[in-house]
C-alpha cells in the first residue's frame, strides 16, 4: 500500500514542476487553488501526497477565508516535535514554512481574524499574526482540544478527559462575555464526542467519536440545526469517509466545497497519518434524509 501512495506522490510532483527540472530534494513548484491539488469526488482522496500528506503523522489542515494560506501539524523529524506548518500563496505561487511549534488545533473564525488554538487564540494584525493569548474565564481551566466559532462569536470546544472520554460544550457571546459553557444534548454527547466544526451559521455540527453502529475506531458524524433551535439526530457520514480506522478532526474549507478530515493509515498505531479531502455535497444531501 505504501508502494502505491508513494508512486501517486511521484507522479503528482512531476506535474508540478514547470519549465525545467530540479534536483532530487527540491521543492516543486505549486501553483493554482488548493495548492494545485486536483479536487475530489464523493470518494476521499489524500490531499498533497508526498507534499502535504506523507508516511508521518499530519493531521488537521484548515485553509483560511481567502483560500491563500493553509495550515496543518505535522511531527517533525528534525525535532521529533509537533509543529504548525504554513502554505501560502504569493503571486499564485504556494511557498511553505514553518509557522511555529504546535500550540492548540488550529482553525479560523469565519472573518479570518481569528486563529483559534484550543483555549487560546492569535489575532491578525498588519505585520502577520499576534503573539498567542489566552481566551481567559471560563475557557481557560478546561481541557479543550479543538475550539469552533460561529459567525456570531458562539463557541463549541471539546473537553478532553483523562480517562479518554470527552463531551461537546457551547458558549455564547451575552452581555460582552463568554456565557458558562453549557453541554450539548445526549444526541450529541455520547460520552465519547471530539473535535466540532461548527458551520459559520451554525446550521450543522460535524464531530468524531466512537458510537454503536460505527465502523471502527472513530468515525465522522453531522448533526443539523433544526427549526426549534435543537439539534437533528447524529448521522454518521458513511463507509466512502468512515473506515475500520480512525477517522476525526473534520473542517469544512470557507468555501464550502470540501470537507477535510484525518485517516489512520496504520490501524495498529498512529504513525502515518494523512490529510485527506472529499467533495462536500453530501452535506446538503444528508440534511434532506434526517
Known amino acids: ?103 492548540g488545533t488550529p482553525l479560523f473564525s469565519p472573518d479570518g481574524n481569528i486563529m483559534l488554538l484550543g483555549k487560546r487564540y492569535r489575532e491578525r494584525t498588519e505585520q502577520g499574526w499576534s503573539d498567542v ?3 481567559g474565564a471560563p475557557f481557560d481551566s478546561l481541557p479543550i482540544m479543538r475550539l469552533s466559532a460561529s459567525a456570531k462569536g458562539t463557541y463549541y470546544f471539546d473537553e478532553f478527559k483523562r480517562d479518554f472520554t470527552g463531551d461537546i460544550r457551547y458558549s455564547r457571546w451575552v452581555d460582552g462575555k463568554y456565557e458558562e459553557p453549557k453541554l450539548l444534548g445526549g444526541e450529541i454527547n455520547s460520552g465519547k464526542s471530539f473535535h466540532p466544526f461548527i458551520a459559520a451559521d451554525e446550521s450543522y455540527l460535524i464531530f468524531d467519536g466512537e458510537r454503536d453502529g460505527g465502523y471502527g475506531d472513530s468515525d ?52 502515518n497519518v494523512d490529510i485527506f479531502w472529499v467533495d462536500a455535497q453530501f452535506i446538503e444531501t444528508l440534511k434532506h434524509k434526517q
Do not use: C
Not at 527540472?21 to 521543492?27: D, G, L, P, T
Not at 513548484?29 to 495548492?35: A, D, R
Not at 480506522?245 to 477535510?260: C, H, N
Open 133 to 135: 493569548k489566552s481566551l
Open 220 to 271: 465522522l458524524y453531522i448533526s443539523y440545526r433544526q427549526q426549534d433551535g435543537s439539534w437533528g439526530k447524529v448521522i454518521n457520514l458513511g463507509d466512502k469517509i468512515n473506515t475500520a480506522g480512525w477517522e476525526a478532526v473534520a473542517s469544512v474549507t470557507p468555501d464550502g466545497k470540501y470537507l477535510f478530515f484525518n485517516r489512520n493509515m496504520t490501524p495498529d498505531n498512529h504513525d
Open 1 to 103: 500500500m505504501h508502494r502505491i501512495y508513494r508512486s501517486a506522490a511521484i507522479a503528482l510532483l512531476a506535474i508540478f514542476i514547470v519549465g525545467k527540472s530540479y534536483a532530487e530534494n527540491a521543492s516543486p513548484v505549486l501553483t493554482g487553488p488548493y495548492l494545485g491539488q486536483n479536487p475530489p469526488g464523493s470518494t476521499p482522496e489524500i490531499f498533497a501526497p508526498g507534499i502535504v500528506s506523507t508516511e508521518g503523522w499530519e493531521v488537521s489542515g484548515v485553509f483560511t477565508p481567502e483560500l491563500k494560506e493553509f495550515y496543518f501539524i505535522r511531527d517533525s523529524k528534525e525535532s521529533k516535535k509537533q509543529e504548525i506548518v504554513v502554505f501560502k500563496s504569493i503571486n499564485n505561487q504556494w511557498h511553505q514554512t514553518v509557522f511555529s511549534p504546535r500550540v
